[in-house]
């Protein structure tokens, strides 16, 4: 096998041909995770990140394309090709179109296959518009002090290897941080790797992680490397980071501090040379004096610390924001909806955003998508607050009467703790106990949510008897 | 339908990497053919589009792209005849003529 040189996801609802690309993939160097259907598309970008999705464009009685706005949206940086039986140029159009890099048909060599992909792999930076920044600063858009300073931090760090911890909110681009730090550094020739501690089953999380020898469990037929060991002399983002369950924080500290991974069933360890960068939403120190994250791996992982600040603390970047994903996202439609009016711009500026810029980048792809009339609407792009509305009947509460809540006579911790739970408890009531709605509606993972249940003592089960 | 001997031969046929894949592949068309012949005796045209549009794939991919061309032809048929009829069965025949042949010029087909 060659050396390693990314992740691949194949969707195909047809095992044979699953196990044809799987082999072709891995003999050619590259980790590859087949699935059949879109379900398990969306569960595996939650997961990992990829560097290539292989799409199949009829998946049973689902249609392939479907999932491609999730792609494009969920993983930025991952190219997609369709992979299909269809030999028609039309279809190939349309996918390209609607944002697929390539479309492969079935039957083409996989020596193209693989020579197509280095090559998009490899001039993955140039593909778009040439841009007049360095590269490493592409997706860092803004003018602000705060987005200046994140900029300066990323330079002082590229030729240090200290461990990073980014801390913001969901949505404040905690990835394009970690990207930018991996780009601007020295390592950049090297892999990039991130992984969602949130999102696998903690079971399988220590083997994602440092890998395991072939019989050490039930599962593993063969020897496989972990995270750690792909990108060494890369650079790794542990994402969410807070959720990463204690046992294995003990193993993560251990791994940085000796700079040795000993993969599940292992004798001896194997040294890696791994930069390592963490990321949560959490309140990282509010997880340690709670006694959920410890102590010394935070400050072992906190050797430098990138705050993120949220979108509605850095406003003045929103016209920014708002050009780069207008140019973005006509490009990707094909279309030329023209930059907001002043008017429809103060609106955007007045809203505090609290998905931050993942909520402002669907507002304007939705209002992209949305245009008749080759401008953008306020009523489209903020179409998705009166669906709340609509989906989640609230009471109207006066900002009086709001602050009267018993939430605010509680020191803050136990006030966020509270209302968090109170949070969950309502949806799974509106959702009967559904907890993949509840994942929905919040914007978490699963297996997030799990483990707050869980910590909670929240019994999903009488919400479902209730209905 | 005549057919060149090289249409029952996969183009992977020498390469020792595709080896088992292609024993397996070539196992299962029986399979594939069985399931075919039960779809179309009770007349179950949404599975036996799905079932010749996988197939169309997977041959193409395994090196056997006539044997594609003829699954694909047969999905395009039921879809727009939407039923069985004596069109369909002939094609059907064709398909069982071919798949023979490659099951009998890979005989000797052995994973290392």
């Given at each position: 096998?060659?050396s390693y040189l990314g992740?691949?996801?194949l969707?195909d609802?047809d ?11 891995t003999?050619a160097?590259?980790t590859?995770?087949?699935v ?5 598309m969306r569960?595996?970008l939650?997961?990992?990140s990829f ?6 464009l009829?998946l049973?009685?689902?249609n392939?394309?479907d ?8 993983a930025?940086?991952?190219?997609v ?5 269809q030999?028609?140029?039309d ?8 944002g697929?890099?390539?479309y492969?048909t079935?039957?083409?060599e996989?020596?193209?296959i ?5 090559s998009?792999l490899?001039?993955?930076?140039e593909?778009g518009?040439?841009s007049?920044?360095?590269p490493w600063?592409?997706n860092?858009?803004?003018t602000?002090k705060a ?6 931090t990323?330079?002082k760090?590229?030729d240090?290897d200290?461990?990073?911890?980014i801390l913001?909110e969901?949505g ?6 970690a990207?930018?730090l ?8 090297a892999r ?7 999102a696998?089953?903690?079971n ?10 072939k019989g ?9 490397k ?6 060494d002399?890369g650079?790794l983002?542990?994402?969410e ?5 204690l046992a294995l924080?003990?193993k993560?500290l251990r791994v940085l ?5 000993q993969?599940?069933?292992?004798s001896?360890a194997?040294k890696?040379e791994?930069?390592v960068i963490?990321a949560t ?5 509010d997880?340690?004096k709670s006694?959920r994250f410890?102590?010394d791996l ?7 610390m ?13 016209p920014l924001?708002?050009d ?10 094909k279309?030329?909806i ?5 008017s ?5 500026m007045?809203y ?5 810029i993942r909520?402002?980048q669907n507002?304007i792809e939705r ?8 401008n953008l609407s306020?009523d ?10 609509a989906?989640v009947?609230?009471?109207v509460v006066s900002?009086?009467g709001f602050?009267d809540h018993?939430f605010f006579?509680?020191?803050l911790t136990?006030?966020?703790?509270a209302?968090e739970?109170?949070?969950i408890?309502?949806l799974?009531?509106l ?12 914007g978490r993972?699963?297996a997030?949510l799990?483990?707050v249940?869980e910590r909670y003592?929240i ?6 008897q209730?209905? | 339908?005549e ?13 020792q990497?595709y ?6 592949f070539?196992r299962?068309l029986e399979?594939v053919?069985t399931?075919?012949?039960h779809?179309?005796e ?11 549009h996988?197939m169309?794939g997977?041959?193409?991919t395994y090196?056997?792209p006539?044997?594609?061309k ?6 395009k048929?039921?879809?727009k005849?939407g039923?069985?009829d004596?069109?369909i ?10 798949c023979?042949?490659?099951t ?6 052995v994973v290392d």
């Open positions: 096998m060659n992740r691949i996801l969707v609802d095992e044979k041909v699953r196990n044809f690309y799987t082999a072709t993939f003999r160097g590259y590859t995770i087949a059949s259907d879109l379900a398990s569960e595996a939650s997961k990992y560097d290539a999705v292989f799409l199949d009829k049973g009685r689902e392939g394309i999932g491609l706005p999730y792609v494009l949206k969920t930025p940086f991952t190219m090709f369709i992979l299909s039986s030999n028609s140029i279809k190939a159009i349309e996918c390209i179109d609607r697929a890099n390539w492969f079935k039957g083409t996989p020596d193209d693989l020579t197509k992909l280095a998009y490899e001039g993955k930076s593909v518009e040439k007049s920044v360095e600063r592409e860092l858009v803004g602000s987005i200046n300073e994140t900029a300066e990323i330079l760090l590229r240090v200290s461990t990073v911890l913001g969901s404040t681009g905690k990835e394009v941080v990207r930018a991996h780009k601007a550094s020295t390592r950049a020739n990039f790797e991130a992984i969602n501690c949130g696998i089953p903690e399988l999380l220590e083997s994602e992680l440092f890998g395991h020898k050490s469990f039930t599962d593993a037929k063969a020897d496989r972990g995270i750690f060991e792909i990108c002399k650079t983002l542990l994402d980071i807070g959720d990463m369950p924080q003990t993560l501090q000796e700079k040795q991974v993969p599940v069933g292992a001896t194997v890696i791994t930069r963490a939403h959490r309140d990282i120190l997880e340690v006694g410890r102590e935070y400050y072992r992982l906190s050797v430098v990138v705050q993120i600040p949220a979108l509605r603390h850095r406003k003045e970047d929103i924001l708002v780069h994903f207008l140019s973005k996202f006509n490009k990707r439609f279309k030329t023209n930059r907001p009016s002043q429809t711009m103060s609106r955007l007045n505090d955003w609290p998905g931050n909520e402002l507002a209002g992209i998508v949305l245009s008749g009339d080759g306020v489209d792009m903020f179409s998705h607050l009166k669906f709340g509305e989906a009947p609230t009471k900002e009086e602050l018993p006579d509680l020191p136990d006030a966020k703790q209302f739970k109170t949070y408890e309502r799974l009531k959702n009967r106990g559904n907890v993949a709605e509840l994942a929905r509606r919040s993972y699963r997030d799990y483990r249940i003592g019994d999903v089960d009488s919400y479902r209730e209905s | 339908m057919f060149s001997a090289d249409s029952f031969v996969s183009k992977y046929r020498d390469d990497f080896s088992s894949l292609l024993v397996s070539n299962d399979n053919l399931s075919l012949h779809q179309m009770e007349n179950k045209v949404q599975d036996a589009i799905e079932l010749c996988k169309a997977a041959s193409a090196g056997y006539v044997l594609g003829l699954f694909e032809r047969l999905e048929d039921l879809e005849s039923t069985v004596g069109h069965s002939l094609h059907l025949k064709t398909l069982d003529d071919v023979n042949k490659i009998e010029a890979n005989k000797e087909l």
